[in-house]
C-alpha cells in the first residue's frame, strides 16, 4: 500500500478556497426581478358561435367580442363589471 502525500502553500490554498467561494455564490445567486410575470393560461376563455366570436379576461372581467355581421372584422372591447351596473350601457 503506498502512502500519498500532499504539499499545498497557503497562497494556493486561499485562492482555492475564494474561487470556491465565488463559485458557490454564483451558482446559488437569484435574480431580482425575474422577469415578466407570466399569465396564466386558464385566465382567458374564448366562446365561438355562428353570430360572434368572444374572449373574456376571467380575472378582470373585461372582453373583447368580434361580430360576424360585418363584412370586416371588429373587435369591441367591453367590461363585465360595467354592463352588470344599473346604468350600465
Known amino acids: 500500500m503506498k502512502t500519498f502525500y500532499v504539499a499545498i502553500d497557503l497562497r494556493s490554498f ?7 467561494g465565488g463559485l458557490l455564490t ?4 437569484k435574480p431580482a426581478h425575474d422577469g415578466p410575470p407570466l399569465l396564466d393560461i386558464r385566465r382567458f376563455q374564448v366562446v365561438a358561435s355562428d353570430r360572434q366570436t368572444i ?3 376571467t380575472k378582470t372581467g373585461r372582453f373583447i367580442l368580434d361580430p360576424f355581421s360585418t363584412t370586416k ?3 369591441v372591447v367591453g367590461d363585465f363589471e360595467e354592463l352588470q ?3 350600465g350601457k
Open 73 to 75: 372584422p371588429k373587435w
Open 14 to 20: 486561499l485562492l482555492g478556497a475564494f474561487a470556491l
Open 26 to 29: 454564483l451558482t446559488n445567486f
Open 55 to 57: 374572449i373574456l379576461d
Open 85 to 87: 351596473k344599473p346604468g
